[in-house]
């Protein structure tokens, strides 16, 4: 190396280090004195507003490359996913008949009206922003971040958003839910949350209606032990439900319990899935009154029949779609903190596709009161 080529080299190793030096002095100064405006009421530069976006847009983009997403038209997947928006996204984001938040409005940057934005972005990207949130925005992540069949509803619902009016967005999101007008009196003098956010018949149904959604429990006639445990499981994280979860902590336990004495004393809801197919049921009965000893697997009735244990679901006119999603959960490992993991993730991981699918069918074509010598 020329002693002129060692000088430039030298030179401009010096301004290197120099500015690798001043740059993180000049931040900490001028964070230090407090000249940057952070107020949310004043915004951004539009450069600045300009870089944020084209940064987040590329980093979710990078992010959810990989990743598949699952056929989103099935009505059960967009009334779930429409359900959880009424009572998680509406408050901020606004909805069809639901004006967006002025406080909401007022965060930086404003939660956008999903309308309209979801439509720039793919179906995976929507999975990647509902799973993982935002940061610096106010989107929050899922509270239970393994649930993507959750999340897959909530992105299903996004994409029927921009086609719905308000009486056909709260068909979807209010199901069968009455809604009566409040007196002025109660409205002042007693909390109360007049767009039903946090109600269960909205998911659940109630007396005389069931689910909204196949991939919803049925509640109507289960133990009230099992819906207190199930209540307490979703509120202290034991079974993760980025649903139920929040909805569950919001209550004390003595509305736990008189969520429970409710739903244990209704009646079974009117049917509503078509009979059965006679291969899957045959399958499906063995399953659930003998079991399957060759392969480990024992008859399902024999803890959730009629005479099971009270701290046990009883399966007769169940969902079948949500007693499959169950069975996969507890075989994916997801399910394995409640104080039935112990007995059902070994169980569920013994059954083949093709066995979860017979014996949820077979349960979903019982009524809740069958006829004692089936449910046993």
Known sequence: MTPQAAWRLGNFLL??????????????????????????????????????????????????????????????????????????????????????????????????????????????????????????TGMPGWAALERADEIWAVVAFLRQLPRLDPDAYNALALGSLRIANQSGERLATVESSPRKTGACARCHGADGEGPSSALVPVLHGQPAEFLLSALQAYAYGARPSGIMQPLAADLQAQDMRRLADYYA???????????????????????????????????????????????????????????????????????????????????????????????ATYFGGLAAEADAGLAR
């Open 15 to 136: 301004w290197a280090i120099g500015l690798a030096v001043a740059l993180p002095a000049a931040a900490v100064l001028v964070a230090w004195s407090g000249v940057v405006n952070i107020a949310a009421s004043r915004g951004h530069w539009a450069v600045v507003d300009w870089f944020l976006v084209f940064g987040m847009r590329n980093s979710v983009e990078l992010r959810a490359m990989a990743i598949a997403p699952p056929p989103l038209d099935s009505p059960d997947l967009v009334r779930l996913g429409a359900a959880h928006f009424h009572s998680g996204c509406a408050v901020c984001h606004g909805a069809p008949g639901i004006a967006l938040n002025p406080i909401g409005q007022k965060m930086l940057p404003a939660p956008p009206d999903l309308t309209t934005a979801a439509r720039l972005w793919k179906d995976r990207e929507l999975f990647w922003i509902v799973q993982h949130g935002i940061k610096y």
């Open 265 to 359: 004393k209704l009646p079974a809801p009117e049917r509503q899935q078509p009979a059965p197919a006679r291969v899957a049921t045959d399958r499906g009965h063995v399953l659930a009154t003998e079991g399957d000893p060759a392969n480990g697997i024992p008859a399902c009735n024999a803890c959730h029949g009629r005479e099971a244990l009270a701290s046990y679901p009883r399966l007769a006119g169940q969902n079948a779609p949500y007693i499959v999603g169950q069975l996969r959960l507890w075989q994916s490992g997801i399910r394995t903190a409640t104080a039935g993991s112990a007995i059902m993730a070994p169980i569920a991981r013994r059954l083949s596709e093709a066995d979860a699918q017979a014996v």
